[in-house]
Structures are given as C-alpha cells and as structure tokens.
C-alpha cells in the first residue's frame, strides 16, 4: 500500500511528503555532483515502500533505508554514501543537541543550535528558553514587516513570508542585534555606532553613557579620540595638566568590561586617533601589555600625506588639538615603522586610510568622517548608526556557475529587510535617530564566499578568485542600489538626497545613502553553517569547543562531499586533518584537491590583501578582513601589507600573527603543548583568531 503517514523519531504522527524524500536525494547528488532525477528516485522509493507493507503508516527510518537500498540499485553509489553520511550526521546531530538541552526544529548544524540557545533565542524570567530557532525567525519577520504595513504596501503579508523564508533557507541572516531584538521590549537592531568625543570632561562622559547604552542593546561603537588635547596640555578651567587620549580610553574599557550587551554577547569597540596627534606614539603601543585594551580594537587614522612622508623618510608635524597649532616635526617613517612592530608583536593597531574614506563619503555636507565601528567595515559619521546583513554565497552555486538570478531576487528582498530596520529600530538615542533617519544606510554584504570558490572549484589564491571576487561585489552593488532607487520611488529618497555625492553624480534618488558592506559575519556564519565574510577557511578539520568538556570533530562539509565523490574519506583522514587544520602533506589527498583547499595560514599575504582590494572596488562602505600571517612571519611582511593596501586604495587594513596574543579563539596545537590538535571555541566562524574581531 502506498505510504500515507510517516512516524517521526519523537513519534508524532504526519503526511507522507514525497517532495521531503525528493529533497533529500537532490542534496546528497548535488554535494558529490552527481546529475540524476530526484523525482524518479523518489517514485521508485516510493514503490518498493509499498510492495513491502500493506499498513499506510511507515517510519521514517524505513524510508531512509529504503532511499539507500534503491541508490544502490540505480547504480548510485556515491550518491549512497553521501546520503549515508548525511544521515551519520544528522543521527549524532541529534544525540548531542538531546544531551545539550538544546531544541533545534530547522535541523541546523550542533554548533548552530547552540549559538543560538545560548546567544539569540527568548528567555523567561528564569532564564530558561522559551523560543525555538523557527520561531526566532518569525518574530523577526514579523517585526520588520509592521514597516510595509506602515508604508501600506500591499504585499505587507506576502513580505513578511519572503522574510521568514529567507533567514530559515539561510540564503540571507541580518546582524545579531536584529536576530537579539525584533519584536521585544528592547527594539535596538543596529550593530554598528560611532559616538563623538569632543574635548571637554563633559563631552568624554556623555560619550561613555551613550556607549553603556548601546552595547547593553546589543550593539558596537566605535570612537575617535583625536580631538582630546594631548598628554601634559594645559587644561584652564582647573589649572591642572590633560591626561591625554590614551588615559580617557581606560575609563571607556572598563566601562565596557562591566556591561555585557544585552545578557548576550561582550562589548567591543574601536579607538582611533589620527596620525598627528601628540600622543601618537603612546597611542601605537597602548596594547602591548597583555590584557590591555582587550574590549578595544584600535587603528592609527592615516593620511595620504603621512604614508607618503613615510615612504621618502620625511618629517611631518604634530598638532596639537586644541590649539590647531604644531607642536613638533617628527620622522613619519619612524612612526610607520613602529606600528609596523606593534601590529607585528601583536596584531594592534590596523590602520585606517582616513583620506580615502572622505572620498567616499555620500554626505559629506554633514560632517568629515572620523571612525569606523569595531571592526572597521563600517565608517559613519557622529552618532550615526547602520544596520548589516550578509548573503550566504555558498548557497547561489549551481552546476558549477552562480546562479545570477535567484542571486539578483535575495538582493532585492535583503535591501527592503534592512531599509525596514531603520524604521522599526528603537534608538538609544535622539540624536542617533536623527541623523540615521537623515541617511538611511544600509550595509549588504557576503558570506561563505570561500565556500562559493570551493563549489566552483577555484582556488582562493588566484587571479581567477579575484575576478569572482570583483564580479560578485559588481553586482551585490549594482542590483541593491536599483532596489534602493525602487524603493526610494515608492517611499522618497534619503532626506540628504539632495546634498549628497549621489546627487552630485547624477544617480537617480536612493533610498539608502549606502548600500554595501563587507562585514566579519562572526556568529551569524555558524549560524548559517557557511565560512565567515570573505575569509578563507582557516582550518579543513578541527575541533570546537561546544560546551565545557564537550569537543566535536568539525570537518568541512565541502571536503567531506569531495572526500566521498573521490573515495578517499575516513574518520582516521578527519583526524590526522584536524592535527594541523591543513591538507598540505597528506598523501591521501589528491593535489587538485590540495590546490583548492588551501587555508588562511597557506595563502600569500599580498593575497589576502588583493581579495580584500577586489570587493573594495565596489563595495559602498569598507571590508572587514583579517590579514592572517603565520608565526614565523617578519615585521617587513607587515610593512609590505600596509603599503600595498594603501597602494590598492582599501580603506583600512588589518594583520595578525598567529600565537601573538593570549586567549585566542583558535588555537592550533603543536608538539610541546598540551592539546595536539586544531581547537576552536563555540563562537569561532573563521578568520581573526581573536574574540575582539569577532564581533
């Protein structure tokens, strides 16, 4: 008899799909790249279910074994062991999450379900979860689109489905804050804040409630400190002697050491000083003894004219704030060459490229950009606020080629998500409110790229890749600019329109005075079970830390569909991969395989810094990207990656030498210590090591 019920593991009793069967066999031939019919399949599954049974109710074990058994029979094979390697998954998937306490109804990865029990899903008073991970995003869709309905658009019920189906497809998630906040009391869905410290105690103070404020919502702020008079000036009022920048940010950073965001995640913020204040010098090594400064990332803000000056060994002056007057010359190649030994010794301070930044800013009637937010991808005026979102790339490859037009409709649907944002957010501020409004930016960005090169079989580290690079970026800003001017037409422009750099230009009215941004990703990444912004992968098997003496052997699903499709996985190959992250020197890994499986410590740092200058070209904002450099690698490797970001117009840049610092989230095991092996914390999605860019 033909199935009409399907007995779940938890024994409820529901429909026979034979669409979820149909699935199911597509997923397992597309990750061997195997071309066959899932419909015929599933038939011919179908009929053998209903040769051996006259009951209409079969258990969905049965019906995965059957699926199996009849893979094998069309001659199939590999398609079998990829599908049995899916369910090998799934089965232990559900054993862990089962001993965790953790409920997943989406089916998302262990790591996923974990994240978001501990850091997103609604809590009673008791602090115990009340909230599954469907249901977290129909609260989100269902918060952002009251703002269609504000607007009375008349597809307001069908948007808030397209909502919801987009961050469960996991083809497009917004940032933490929206994911943390839509639809509760708290309201604030921003990630990214720049506060102004203006010159006066008052001004520093009113800086530091208005960073409480913001990271107990959720979000990170970013500050410039260089209009605070310098270390030993004069201050009239008391006739005592100024503290100087580098002081002032310690109040900033314990301040954030006492506030946890939201009861969720920790605090971060970025410090920048420009290269001609004073205190410069005390500024690049703030850092340098471990711990300090841990809730900061801190960048040098970089002229044209300093890296110039740096580069022919030339003096250049300093000025002091308050006055606007010189208070001495001093040899900009001395200064470079120290934040080249900072950042070497210890990954601090990145540099910003202040000067390209203004060149970009859309408004820049409203003020001269000074900061960024925590990870520099986000520049912004002071007290403006922007909302992020990334598209998961990984998910847009078909036989082999991106699939352009499912690409083309997310894009269009993620600029309408964000530009709802900025009218359902609750502002900790009226000032941020005000000049959020005035802009309306929004920042559309990318994950999973690495794993996009990967499906198309393209090696990070090549002219190829960036050419992907730059067409992706291309278009991602091309087709959310024509959804912004869409919107624009049907809600009005941004509100400095008309004083903007878009106006100047001749574009057409924009909704969003920006629309880009490459952002780290960071949890949201796990979440979505893809690899973090535009990072390469930095380990092929590892393992991850989930709970406290909970450790799980992590193994890219990309390697292991390969490794299946070549017949050459084994859990004793996982293994001896999560030794050392990388494939380089196995000898049962094929070369070509090798070749486009190379990690973040194997690839040249002028290829990191070339990817990261390919999605700037065309990217509205700045690009979060870490430079990652092996141990062994030399303060000139550093010096050369700071000239050629500069050279190839980037608008920031940051490295990190691996094992330079203490209590990193990524640690890779060697012969002296104590843990052989790979080893990342739960909330580790690639890229920096370190929790303060992980933000």
Not at 638 to 656: D, E, M, N, P, Q
Request: a negative charge; hydrophobic letters at 40%.
């Amino acid at each position: 008899m033909r199935p009409a019920y399907v007995v779940k593991r938890d024994g409820r009793k529901v429909p026979f799909d034979i669409a979820r069967i149909e699935a199911a066999i597509e997923k397992a031939a597309r990750a061997v790249d195997v071309s066959l019919n899932p419909q015929a399949v599933a038939q011919a599954v179908v009929r053998l279910l209903s040769s051996r049974s006259s009951s209409d109710t079969v258990a969905v074990e049965e019906i995965q074994d059957t699926v199996e058994e009849v893979l094998m029979d069309l001659h199939y094979p590999v398609v079998a062991r990829a599908y049995i390697a899916y369910r090998q998954h799934r089965a232990q998937a559900r054993r862990i999450k089962k001993f965790l306490g953790v409920e997943d109804d989406l089916k998302l990865s262990v790591n996923a379900a974990v994240v978001l029990q501990k850091r997103y899903l609604m809590k009673d008073e008791n602090g115990q979860v009340i909230e599954t991970p469907s249901g977290m995003f129909a609260r989100v869709a269902r918060a952002i689109s009251t703002v269609d309905r504000l607007y009375g658009d008349p597809d307001s019920d069908e948007m808030e489905e397209r909502y919801y189906t987009l961050m469960t497809s996991l083809d497009f998630l917004p940032n933490s804050p929206t994911l943390m906040n839509a639809g509760t009391e708290n309201g604030q869905l921003s990630a990214c804040f720049v506060i102004p410290v203006e010159d006066s105690l008052e001004s520093i103070f009113d800086a530091v409630k208005a960073m409480a404020l913001i990271q107990q919502s959720g979000g990170g702020t970013g500050f410039s400190f260089s209009r605070l008079r310098p270390h030993g000036d004069i201050v009239r009022s008391t006739h005592g002697i100024a503290s100087g920048p580098v002081s002032f940010m310690k109040v900033f950073d314990v301040t954030t050491d006492v506030i946890k965001q939201g009861g969720k995640r920790r605090g971060a913020n970025m410090g920048i000083l420009s290269c001609t204040h004073p205190d410069i010098l005390q500024f690049i090594t703030a850092k340098h003894d471990e711990g300090a400064f841990s809730n900061f990332n801190i960048s040098v803000a970089v002229t044209d004219a300093f890296v110039e000056a740096a580069i022919q060994g030339a003096s250049y002056e300093l000025i002091n704030p308050r006055t606007g007057q010189a208070v001495r010359e001093i040899n900009a190649r001395d200064v470079f060459d120290l934040i080249v030994s900072s950042a070497w010794r210890s990954g601090d301070p990145g540099l910003v490229f202040i000067d390209e930044i203004n060149r970009h800013n859309p408004t820049p009637e409203e003020g001269v950009i000074e900061s960024t937010n925590p990870c520099g991808e986000q520049p912004l005026l002071p007290f403006e606020s922007c909302n992020l979102g990334s598209i998961n790339l990984s998910r847009f490859v078909r036989n082999g080629s991106i699939d352009f037009e499912r690409f083309r409709e997310v894009v269009r649907v993620a600029i309408r998500f964000l530009d709802n944002v900025i009218d359902a957010n609750v502002y900790p501020l009226p000032q941020i409110a005000e000049i959020t409004r005035r802009n309306r930016k929004v920042g559309l960005g990318v994950m999973g790229f690495s794993e996009m090169l990967i499906r198309l079989g393209i090696p990070y580290d090549s002219p190829e890749a960036l050419d992907i690079a730059r067409t992706v970026s291309s278009f991602l800003t091309e087709e959310a600019r024509k959804a912004s001017a869409e919107l624009a037409a049907k809600r009005g422009p941004f509100p400095n329109y008309e004083r903007s750099l878009w106006r100047r230009r001749g574009y057409p009215p924009l909704r969003n005075a920006t629309v880009t941004t490459i952002a780290p990703t960071g949890s949201i990444s796990i979440i979505a079970g893809t690899s973090s912004g535009i990072e390469p992968l930095f380990a092929i098997s590892f393992f991850r830390n989930v709970l406290e003496g909970t450790r799980l052997l992590e193994v890219n699903p990309l390697f292991e569909d390969v490794a299946i499709k070549r017949n050459f996985y084994s859990e004793e190959l996982m293994l001896e991969i999560a030794a050392t992250g990388t494939v380089t020197g196995i000898a049962a890994v094929p070369d070509d395989v090798k070749r486009v499986f190379r990690t973040a410590l194997e690839i040249s740092p002028e290829y990191h810094v070339r990817m990261q200058a390919a999605f700037q070209e065309n990217v509205d904002n700045a690009v979060s990207k870490t430079v990652n450099l092996p141990e062994h690698s030399t303060p000139e490797d550093v010096r050369s990656v700071f000239l050629l970001a500069y050279k190839l117009k980037c608008k920031g840049i940051t490295v990190y030498r691996y094992g330079t610092k203490e209590g990193q989230v990524l640690t890779i095991g060697g012969a002296k210590d104590a843990v052989k092996n790979v080893s990342a914390d739960v909330e580790y999605s690639g890229g920096c090591p370190l929790d303060t860019c992980l933000f």
